[in-house]
Protein backbone atom coordinates (compact mmCIF):
# COMPACT_ATOMS: atom_id res chain seq x y z
CA UNK A 1 0.00 0.00 0.00
CA UNK A 2 2.87 2.38 0.65
CA UNK A 3 4.58 1.56 -2.17
CA UNK A 4 2.08 2.10 -4.40
CA UNK A 5 1.01 5.36 -2.54
CA UNK A 6 4.92 6.38 -3.37
CA UNK A 7 4.74 5.58 -7.23
CA UNK A 8 1.51 7.76 -7.20
CA UNK A 9 3.28 11.14 -6.23
CA UNK A 10 5.86 10.46 -8.92
CA UNK A 11 8.40 12.27 -6.78
CA UNK A 12 11.06 9.18 -7.22
CA UNK A 13 12.42 7.29 -10.49
CA UNK A 14 12.49 3.78 -8.67
CA UNK A 15 10.44 2.06 -5.75
CA UNK A 16 11.71 -1.06 -4.47
CA UNK A 17 12.65 -3.46 -1.64
CA UNK A 18 16.28 -3.88 -0.49
CA UNK A 19 17.92 -6.57 0.73
CA UNK A 20 21.39 -7.94 1.05
CA UNK A 21 22.99 -11.51 0.25
CA UNK A 22 21.08 -14.39 3.03
CA UNK A 23 18.71 -11.64 3.55
CA UNK A 24 20.54 -9.80 5.72
CA UNK A 25 19.66 -5.66 6.50
CA UNK A 26 15.93 -5.98 4.99
CA UNK A 27 14.46 -2.68 3.99
CA UNK A 28 11.02 -2.66 3.30
CA UNK A 29 10.61 0.70 1.18
CA UNK A 30 13.79 2.20 -0.96
CA UNK A 31 12.26 5.10 -2.80
CA UNK A 32 15.19 7.02 -5.13
CA UNK A 33 14.70 10.83 -6.40
CA UNK A 34 17.73 11.05 -8.84
CA UNK A 35 17.04 14.51 -9.49
CA UNK A 36 16.91 15.81 -6.34
CA UNK A 37 19.58 13.15 -5.12
CA UNK A 38 17.29 11.52 -2.05
CA UNK A 39 16.35 8.53 -1.49
CA UNK A 40 13.86 7.71 1.13
CA UNK A 41 14.73 4.37 3.42
CA UNK A 42 11.12 3.41 4.96
CA UNK A 43 10.38 0.57 7.50
CA UNK A 44 7.07 -0.90 7.66
CA UNK A 45 5.18 -2.22 10.81
CA UNK A 46 1.55 -2.17 11.99
CA UNK A 47 2.21 -0.26 15.29
CA UNK A 48 3.98 2.95 15.09
CA UNK A 49 5.83 1.63 18.53
CA UNK A 50 7.65 -0.93 16.73
CA UNK A 51 9.62 1.92 14.30
CA UNK A 52 12.85 2.04 15.06
CA UNK A 53 14.79 4.12 12.85
CA UNK A 54 18.23 3.49 14.49
CA UNK A 55 18.07 0.16 13.32
CA UNK A 56 16.92 1.24 9.83
CA UNK A 57 19.92 3.78 9.59
CA UNK A 58 22.47 0.79 10.17
CA UNK A 59 20.32 -1.25 7.65
CA UNK A 60 21.12 1.29 5.28
CA UNK A 61 24.80 1.64 5.06
CA UNK A 62 25.31 -0.21 2.03
CA UNK A 63 23.04 1.83 0.50
CA UNK A 64 24.53 5.01 2.03
CA UNK A 65 28.08 3.56 -0.11
CA UNK A 66 26.48 3.07 -3.01
CA UNK A 67 25.10 6.46 -3.16
CA UNK A 68 27.01 8.55 -1.65
CA UNK A 69 26.31 11.94 -2.92
CA UNK A 70 22.76 11.12 -2.17
CA UNK A 71 21.06 12.62 1.27
CA UNK A 72 19.32 9.52 2.90
CA UNK A 73 15.95 10.39 4.57
CA UNK A 74 14.62 7.70 7.13
CA UNK A 75 11.00 7.28 7.84
CA UNK A 76 8.52 4.59 9.20
CA UNK A 77 5.32 3.42 8.44
CA UNK A 78 2.54 2.37 10.60
CA UNK A 79 -1.42 1.66 10.26
CA UNK A 80 -1.84 5.09 11.67
CA UNK A 81 -0.23 5.95 8.27
CA UNK A 82 -2.75 4.66 5.99
CA UNK A 83 -5.35 7.59 6.16
CA UNK A 84 -2.75 9.94 5.77
Do not use: C
Not at 39 to 53: D, F, M, P, T
Amino acid sequence: MFIEQLIASHEFTQIGRYWEKNNQNEIDIVAVNESDKTILVAEVKRQVSKINLNLLDKKAQKIRQQYPDYEIKLQGFSLLDLDA
